[in-house]
């Protein structure tokens, strides 16, 4: 079945330890991106790829990172992770970036920080 | 600036009885809307979106949502209930008017099916 992977599905780090998530996708889509999500919170939009253009909302903290070296993976670097970071992140994918295009979202990697 | 609403923190509901889960917004332009669940532990799934024409809308698992642009409200129903159906319900809205791919969305609203 087409999807979007996730890995790990947990992950724990150390306080200002770098840590990467893993995002991939067989839908072939053009569009990956990374949400994070705060216990009883809704998705927030980090940033996204349309194909190899990169697009950052304006209130992403620097500390966010993103790279996409081919169609199929994402990755999301946190530099030095903080205690505020602990959530869960969502990686979602779409066929294009159109505002009627719903997406996909992967089961999603919850990350603590101790 | 675009806004969903989900005014219920939580929908206590009997299994075989009929839900609604609440949802407003507030765009500048016209809509699309988007229902979402969301199960422990697990990513989003998509249920149904309104792009234009019938205002009521069939998605997945059984399903619906009616659309009512004079009450800028989006609701999701279903006639009858399951203990499955248990879950976080997101409400997401874009303003078709506007440039950028964020979903916005609601805060959740909490179902729980009693058997």
């Known amino acids: 079945d087409a999807m979007v992977i996730q890995n790990p599905r947990y992950q724990v780090t150390q306080f200002g330890k770098p840590v990467t998530l893993s995002c991939s996708q067989t839908?072939?889509?053009?569009?990956m991106y990374w949400y994070q999500q705060k216990s009883s919170q809704a998705p927030k939009l980090l940033f996204h790829y349309y194909d190899k253009d990169f697009n950052n909302e304006a209130d992403t903290p620097d500390n966010f990172q993103s790279r996409r070296p081919n169609t199929s993976f994402c990755f999301l670097d946190i530099r030095s992770p903080g205690l505020g970071d602990a959530a869960m992140y969502l990686c979602?994918?779409?066929?294009?970036?159109?505002?009627?295009?719903?997406?996909?979202f992967g089961p999603g990697t919850r990350l603590t920080v101790l | 600036a675009q806004s969903v609403a989900q005014p219920e923190d939580q929908v206590n509901v009997a299994e075989g009885n009929p839900l609604t889960v609440k949802c407003t917004y507030s765009v500048s332009g016209n809509p699309y809307l988007f229902w979402y669940v969301q199960y422990p532990n697990r990513g989003l799934q998509f249920l149904l979106k309104y792009i234009t024409g019938d205002n009521l809308v069939k998605g997945s698992y059984g399903f619906e949502a009616e659309f009512n642009k004079s009450q800028t409200s989006f609701h999701l129903k279903k006639p009858s209930a399951l203990v499955s159906d248990s879950a976080l319900y997101f409400c997401a809205v874009r303003d078709r008017g506007q440039a950028g791919t964020a979903l916005i969305f609601g805060k959740g609203t909490t179902l729980s099916v009693s058997s």
């Open positions: 979602a994918t779409s066929y294009r970036s159109g505002a009627r295009d719903e997406q996909f």
């Open positions: 839908l072939n889509h053009n569009v």
